[in-house]
Each structure stands twice: as structure tokens, then as C-alpha cells.
């Protein structure tokens, strides 16, 4: 025990210089150890890391934007609907490193013991126990925690003789809002500099917080969120949203060293969050998957088309309501995608009062449903040209 970068109460790292016939390193006392970390921080990195193309997604956007129940919502189903349609194994790449994204999923979908009972799922914070600490150069810095997934096809799937183009390690990451807005420190916090590295960025956009969308649905909806309840706990970000998306394209370019004029060339969704409560806006009621049972294949074919139609809807939505979000994301990005999800299929309900009085946003697990939440995932794939989800020419028409 004891490590110099990681501190006492953490394995010595070492770099082994004997191995086993499996390739394990011995350690000093000659135990094998199979166990890999990072030469620079000293943290544990998966094996699937090092020998799978890897695939990077940073969730960013305001606080209580909704990003950790999205997050949630979107691992819970990708794991069922990447075996269900797509007969491709998506799993957690080391558990003990998701153990926080398995807490929230247990929390949203099948609750402590009772499904009936209220849960929620506490704000992400801006530092603490959810963050790990190592001394690079000397400085105790402090990292975001990674959640890491592996993808790989199963027997079904037409690339199962091609791994390799199809396997994949998925990084995701869950930063608390406050993180993302102007004046959150790059350098003595460096928790957001995944955006460097990411393949896409979902930049989650609440439109409950903004007073344009509230004020355009007419017909009432149940939402705390959407009509001021006495005592309820609803949180909001303290600057628009639209700021907090320039903010994160700043943040962008000063990492990855381009010009404030320059455009990111990865892919920007721009995710709708929340959209049981505004519904009413988009002409997509009944919003039915975008994949379907291939004829030519033995699995589904992801209908990339339907999601950038839904999207052109969107922007058009967007530009009436919040024009200079659209202008904001489609100078920053080469390509900009806008996706509405609802990670919850519904509203909150008020939990019992706190100290202060205070109601929280709550849910019960049994009513947690979610719409679309997956997508935004798929999305990313496809613009990437991954392939693991086939791509078909509107396979459902
Ligand atoms: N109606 C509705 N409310 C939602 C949905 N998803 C999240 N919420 C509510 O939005 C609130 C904030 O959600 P969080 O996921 O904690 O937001 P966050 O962006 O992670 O916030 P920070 O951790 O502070 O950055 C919660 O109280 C939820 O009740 C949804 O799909 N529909
Ligand atoms: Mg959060």
C-alpha cells in the first residue's frame, strides 16, 4: 500500500520489470498483478482502453439542466436496446469505475427496495468524494471520473467476424454545471478537460429554465419546472444557457489550442432535454424509435434520416425562440445536431419538505419512462462512422 502520486491509502504503482507466461507483472513480493494505471496520475485504466478504438463523449451544459438523469437514462437504456435491436453487448468496462452511473441508474429506474417509492438524484458537485485526486508535478489535481463501457457485437451481429471495426471503449463523462460556466477555473480545477479529447459533445439544453419556451407552450402542463410551485425545489443556472454553450466552446478552443474563430470539427448535439414538459411545441407526437427491423440483415438498421429531419424541425423551433443558441452552436461546430430527449417520460413530483421547507424534485422509479434517450448516442456513432449500429435508407417508410 502507498502510492506517491494516489496517496497511502491506495496499491503502489510500479512499472514491472519480470512478467508471467500470461503477461501479468510480478510485483516486488513476485505476486502477479493484472491490474493497469495511467503513468501520469497513477489512476486505474481498463485493459478495453488500451485494446479497442476508443470513443469519448463530454456532457456539458448548465446546472440542472438536466445532465446526470439524461446520463442515467441513456446508459440504463443503451444497455438493453444495444442487445435488444442492434445484438451488440454494451457493458461496463470495470464496474468499481461505474459505480456511481450504476447509483443513479439503480436510483431512477428500480429505487432503494420499493419502485413506488420517491427518489431523485443528487446535484453532481463541483468537488469532493466524486473526483479523484493525484499529484501531477508535484500538484494535487484534481480529475473528473471517467465512466467507461465496452461495446461489442454478439452472435447475431453481421460484423461479429470484424471486431475490430465494430468493438469499441466508450468514455463518458458527468461534470457538475457550474463547472461549465464563464469563469469556472481551467487550471486549478481541470475537471472539464475531457473536452479535449471528446469525439462528440452533448451540450444538454433545458428548455423549462428558459422564460421564451415557458411562455410559448399555452396549454398547462403538471411541471413544477414549468409553473412556479410555492416550496418546490426547482434549481436553475444563474446565466442563459445559450452563454454557458459559448462558455463551453471557449473552454474548447483554449484546450485544444485553436482560434476563437476557428470551427470544432467534432460534432455538437445539441440535446432538448426534459421533453414531456414542452411537448407541445414539436409536431412529432407519437415519436416512435428511429430503427427498425432491417429486411436485409438479422438486426435493426438506425434510421440516421427521420433524426435529422426531427432535427431541421427543431432548429426551425429554435430559431424562432432562442435564435442566438442556433447561431452559437452552428458557428462553434461543423456540425450541429439538435435531439429532444425526455430521460424521465414525465414530470416530477414534490418530495417531502426539507429543513428549510423545501420540496425536491422526485420521482418514482415505477413511472420512470424514458423517450428517446439513447438517441443522441446513435447519433454520435453514425456521425463518426462507427459501426456497430447498421445505418438504413429510411427503413422505417
Ligand atoms: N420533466 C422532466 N424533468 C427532468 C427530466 N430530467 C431531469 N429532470 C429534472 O431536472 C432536475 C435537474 O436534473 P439533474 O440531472 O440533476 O441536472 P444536472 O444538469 O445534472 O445538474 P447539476 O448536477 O447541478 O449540473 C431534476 O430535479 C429532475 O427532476 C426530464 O426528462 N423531464
Ligand atoms: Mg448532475
Redesign the pocket.
Known sequence: MGDSKLGDYFQLRFLPQRFDLDGAGFDQHGVPCHKLACPNCHLPIPRALLHLSNFFVSIA?A????????LASMIWSLRKTMAKAFSTNFTDADPDMNKRIKGYESAQFMGSDNPNELV??A??DVSGDIYNQSFINGISTTLAQPFIFTIEPMPKHPLLKQMERAAQAVCLY?N???SFLPGADLSSLPVTRHLARSNTIMF?FDP?QDVRFRTACKEHVD?P?MNPTDGAGV?KSPVPQETVLNNVITQMRTLIHISPREKIKIPLIVVL?????WKQLTKFPHYREPWKKASNMPISAYNAERVEEYSNQLRELLLDLIPNLVSTAETASEKVTYIAV???G???ELGEPDINGIRP?A?RPINVNPIWSEVPFFHSQFLAGKYCIPVGKRVDK
Open positions: 451544459g446546472p440542472a439542466s438536466g445532465k446526470s438523469y439524461f431523485a438524484i446535484k453532481t458527468d457538475a454545471g457550474e444538454v423549462t411541471d419546472q434549481r432535454t426534459k421533453w414531456d414538459a425526455s430521460a424521465t414525465g414530470p416530477p424534485l420521482y
